[in-house]
Nanobody, 118 residues
Framework: QVQLQESGPGLVKPSQTLSLTCTVS??????????WSWIRQPPGKGLEWIGY???????YYSRSLRSRTSISRDTSKNQFTLQLSSVTPEDTAVYYC??????????WGQGTQVTVSS
């Protein structure tokens, strides 16, 4: 059973960089053909896919967030990290990490609330 757990600060000031880490257990982030994704849900809105880092280390980002997003990984810790720069209150959301395979996210973290406010 794959489990994912998000961690990071719950409050970020405007213009700063949001940084969240997802720790994976029960599976390896280098397992072939899986992609490790970040998704968010702003209050009152639907889910928004942010990007992923693949089993080989390749990354792919949402076009709308690409200029501010970076996803990296630490294979020794089986973790992957989201960094979103120059945040505004519009980046306030519940942030999820997940495992994606065959275009389906089959395992999700529980989600973590991030609020952007001064």
């Amino acid at each position: 059973q794959v489990q994912l757990q998000e961690s990071g600060p719950g409050l970020v000031k405007p213009s700063q960089t949001l940084s969240l880490t997802c720790t994976v257990s029960g599976g390896s982030i280098t397992d072939t053909y899986y992609f490790w994704s970040w998704i968010r849900q702003p209050p009152g809105k639907g889910l928004e896919w942010i990007g992923y880092i693949g089993y080989s280390g390749m990354t792919y980002y949402s076009r709308s967030l690409r200029s501010r997003t970076s996803i990296s990984r630490d294979t020794s810790k089986n973790q992957f990290t989201l960094q979103l720069s120059s945040v505004t209150p519009e980046d306030t959301a519940v942030y999820y990490c997940g495992r994606e395979g065959e275009s389906i996210i089959d395992y999700w973290g529980q989600g973590t609330q991030v609020t952007v406010s001064s």
